[in-house]
């Protein structure tokens, strides 16, 4: 039944996201949101940018009509309106990093303002840690601090970790796609414990709307999506998974290639004295080019991984499960980031 209750949303959702971007194909060009390829050292002529509008105007119009407004869902779309709108300006005028930070941090207390908040989280190795001992009030909400935290810098991660991301043209949109599935699929399966209706509704149209995109983003792209959208997307599924209560150590086992090279990358710019803002093309998906993959066949491999560890997850049912499946991933993003780099210098 609950299953059902997503098929219309869902199909709504896909629809109005493919007609969007179908129109967008041929108003972008008239009022110029065109990408800037030679900006990049890319020789091809510019396409359509700023398609993550589309995403995010698909999914604003499902929620109003499909899910009740809450005032947690409220907050939700209140940060997702703030974040495309600066992400929009970013793709637009390149704006501070520090400034897309501090955006993102008050996306996060936003929503923590609408009282989304996770009172604990489970250790592996003992009790678990809880995270609303030190309350107060803020606008007539229960305010957790620890809680706050921990959500404002997760979805901070999320959305950097997803723009990231974007690096060849429909993998981020293909892996906010299996993201969603996931989250869709363990909040349905969780519904007979706890009443899930709005996860399972936003889940299936954020998912049927990425995959609407996905057809146009899947290289070679017909329209990228831009900052907008990947920033949209990251918000989104982090949110998904403290919405559903508090499944972030799955969402990590569907994005533990992109975190870990996210971090990693951090790491290394940091140790080059470099800026850990400033882009470079190092990432994991930069490299499987460089040691002779095609475009698609990278997407293909980075699909895999977000798939295979995603449905680990959905069997998965405890803690120290995750755990496990958390080290094994890292161990696994070792071995490969290590066979990747050798084969990329015996290339030079």
Sequence with gaps: MMFQSAVYPAIFSFLITLIGVIAALK???KIGLMDRPHDYGINRGPIPYSGGLILFLSFLLSTLIFVDLSRQVVAVLF??????????????FRISPFLRLGVQGLAGVIVVLGGIGIRSITNPFGDPIILDAVRFQVLGTEIWLFSALVIIAWLG??????NWLDGISGLTSGVGVIGSIVMFTLSVQGFHILDQTTVVIMSATLGASALAFWFFDFYPPK??????????????LGILAVFSGGKLATVLLIMGFPVLDAFWTI???????????KGDLKHFHHRLLRVGLSERRALLVNYFLCA???????FLGSAREKAIALVILFAAMIIAAFLVVKMERNGD
Excluded: E, K
């Design 27 to 29: 108003f972008f060009p």
């Design 79 to 92: 940060a997702a309106i703030l974040i495309t709108f600066v992400s929009f300006w970013d793709d637009r």
């Design 157 to 162: 991660l999320m959305m950097n970790v997803m």
């Design 223 to 236: 329209i990228l999506m831009g900052d907008i959208g990947s920033m949209f997307l990251g918000l989104m």
């Design 267 to 277: 790491f290394r710019r940091i140790f080059s004295r470099q800026s850990p803002f």
């Design 308 to 314: 295979a560890f995603g449905g680990i997850a959905l």
